[in-house]
């Protein structure tokens, strides 16, 4: 981190605010719209739209960014945030929570949503050396994280803290929501002190980009990229956070405190993973990283299921999380190496939506796995099957094609 730019620390700083507020929010969302009336199914299509719109909206922002702007996209991004986080907080009208939901920015999840991750990433391509890159971007993911972690402890703790005081579950949720919002303006602040030196140096022309998602030269290279991520996050929808717990506490009765803690450990594992990704692949190189670290976490994640008892496979699960995020880091660095500066942007917003995409469909697939005994583990094996193939995949693919630094 010596030597970071102040536009790279600020950039930081809007990464560690944005995820501290989706933390935040991700906590008391549901119950927020539970309490206010909402059905199961009401509130079911209402957090689809939420992501359907963030994928539409992200993907038009963050195609258009090097051209229009980083740093404009990235203040109209702030806005949408805030006006979503108005809109969730002061209005029960079920029309007018669907238009937030579909044109602004929330994250019910706690995981990155909005056009923010892709244009940050681009803009600390452009401001560290090839060198130092994939480096900033293991800090840049650890630190998120941590901020994720330590949002969703607030939110949940101020809800708590309200409703201990007197306050109505109601209102106590609605106080998160408004924090959310007020983050938005944060994220404004911080945003509208960045410096041209995040731009690209000659922005890409209408005519360049029309009609092609703000690619020209690397639309190959991006297209093939995004097959790969998505069958990837595609895999990975069978074993997000949700079903994982459920499968402990079906299998071995987990109570919900002790996920928690499973969770936390497991995700502060994950991130002190991510930067050692950095170290493995200034040694090996950024694909060999992704694809040899991939490998012996899949199969970990796929012996969990034929645990016997629960502490081993907890234990299992810790030392997949352990590994399983070194290739995050190399593969957002990797993009950003081999695709023209002024298609970064737009190469990171193209791959992240086909991440988006993938990992919406699976969980479908795996709920009715869920449903019976003797297929409950299945969804492991199969996220870690298709795992092992898109690291097979991506090493026959682009082996041989190099970033900058290992170009020797």
Not at 100 to 128: K, R
Request: aromatic fraction near 10%; charge should be positive.
């Amino acid at each position: 981190m010596k030597g970071l730019t102040p536009d790279g620390y600020l950039l930081f700083g809007t990464r560690v605010a944005r995820l501290f507020a989706y933390g935040f929010l991700s906590v008391v969302l549901v119950l927020f719209l539970d309490q206010a009336g909402f059905g199961t199914a009401q509130i079911g299509l209402l957090l689809t739209l939420t992501l359907l719109g963030d994928t539409l909206i992200s993907l038009w922002i963050t195609t258009q960014a090097d051209r229009i702007g980083r740093k404009r996209m990235l203040l109209a991004g702030a806005a949408l945030m805030l006006f979503a986080g108005i809109v969730f907080a002061f209005t029960r009208s079920y029309i007018f929570l669907v238009i937030a939901a579909t044109i602004g920015v929330i994250s019910p999840s706690g995981n990155e949503v909005g056009p923010f991750l892709a244009i940050e990433q681009a803009s600390l391509a452009q401001i560290v050396s090839d060198q130092r890159r994939t480096h900033v971007f293991a800090w840049y993911n650890m630190v998120g994280s941590f901020a994720t972690a330590l949002g969703a402890l607030c939110g949940g703790g101020l809800a708590q803290l309200l409703q201990d005081t007197g306050t109505t579950p109601l209102n106590s949720y609605r106080a998160v929501v408004i924090g959310y919002a007020v983050m938005g303006v944060v994220l404004a602040g911080l945003f509208s002190r960045l410096t041209p030196g995040i731009e690209v140096a000659v922005r890409p022309d209408r005519a360049t980009v029309g009609g092609r998602l703000g690619l020209h030269r690397s639309r190959r290279v991006v297209f093939k990229l995004s097959a790969l991520f998505a069958l990837d996050a595609f895999a990975g929808g069978f074993v997000v956070q949700s079903i994982v717990a459920f499968w402990f506490h079906t299998r071995f009765g987990v109570p919900p405190g002790v996920l928690g803690v499973i969770f936390f450990g497991a995700n502060v594992l994950a991130g002190i993973s991510a930067l050692l990704a950095a170290r493995v692949a200034a040694k090996i190189g950024l694909i060999n990283t992704m694809v040899f670290s991939h490998v012996p976490s899949n199969i970990l994640l796929m012996l969990v299921p034929f645990m016997p008892v629960l502490p081993l496979a907890i234990a299992l699960l810790l030392l997949r999380f352990s590994i399983s995020q070194m290739d995050v880091p190399t593969r957002q660095s990797y993009t950003m190496a081999v695709v023209s500066p002024d298609e970064r942007s737009a190469a990171a917003g193209v791959t992240g939506i086909a991440r988006t995409t993938g990992a919406a469909l699976s969980p479908m697939i795996a709920g009715p796995l869920l449903a019976s005994s003797t297929l409950l583990g299945l969804p492991f094996v199969l996220a870690g099957g298709l795992k092992i193939v898109y690291d097979v995949l991506l090493y026959r693919s682009f082996r041989t094609l190099k970033p900058p630094e290992e170009m020797h």
